[in-house]
């Protein structure tokens, strides 16, 4: 059941940066394969340093053999709510990646600033599709490595669940009245023309 939207912008913006949001509460319902691979086709075309791509995906969908170990990794807190997700993904980055035109691999700078956009690629595309995306830091990035068998050379960034977004009223008590979406700070607090103020 959506939740009302309180946003409004104070400057012309399409109406999909106001209806995205990070709901907790979720109807739980089944995700196909094919939805799945639509968020992460947007993710795909996000912009990177260098077209280095440095981003990456692992997954689980509700009721298949890999959604318990994903769950197993976000902290008590955030387990409560997002069981009711219907798919699960950890975000990852490439440290490392070889320029064009060379030969050996050299620091990427830039991997999770770029991680960070093909994250809110897959969040607005998942909410044009109906879905809604929330992401987690509250999560265990060393049992992240070992359980998915993430190597050396790459960064574990954010846990993010998708779901529908379900009643508020089956969450506790005390998440039902933060369960709406939340407002952002003016324009004028976060960007300065010619010199950065404080």
């Not at 993710?43 to 170990?69: C, E, I, L, M």
């Not at 779901?163 to 009223?169: M, V």
């Amino acid at each position: 059941m959506p939740q009302a939207n309180p946003r409004v912008a104070d400057y012309p913006v399409d109406p999909q940066f106001l209806n995205r949001w990070s709901p907790r509460a979720f109807t739980g319902e089944d995700i196909s394969e094919a939805t799945v691979n639509t968020f992460l086709e947007a993710a795909r075309w996000a912009p990177s340093s260098y077209n280095s791509q440095p981003w990456r995906f692992v997954y689980a969908r509700k009721g298949t053999a890999h959604w318990d170990s994903l769950l197993g990794l976000l902290n008590e807190f955030n387990q409560s709510w997002a069981k009711s997700g219907s798919v699960l993904f950890v975000v990852i980055s490439k440290d490392n990646f070889v320029p064009p035109g060379g030969k050996d691999e050299v620091p990427a700078v830039a991997h999770t600033f770029d991680a960070g956009s093909a994250w809110s690629y897959l969040a607005l595309q998942a909410s044009l599709s109906g879905w809604q995306a929330h992401a987690m830091i509250g999560f265990d990035k060393d049992k992240a490595r070992t359980v998915l068998g993430i190597p050396d050379g790459y960064t574990v960034e954010a846990a993010v669940v998708v779901g529908k977004e379900g009643d508020k009223t089956t969450l506790p008590e005390g998440l039902q009245g933060r369960e709406s979406p939340s407002p952002r700070l003016p324009v004028s607090s976060f960007a300065f023309e010619g010199i950065f103020k404080a």
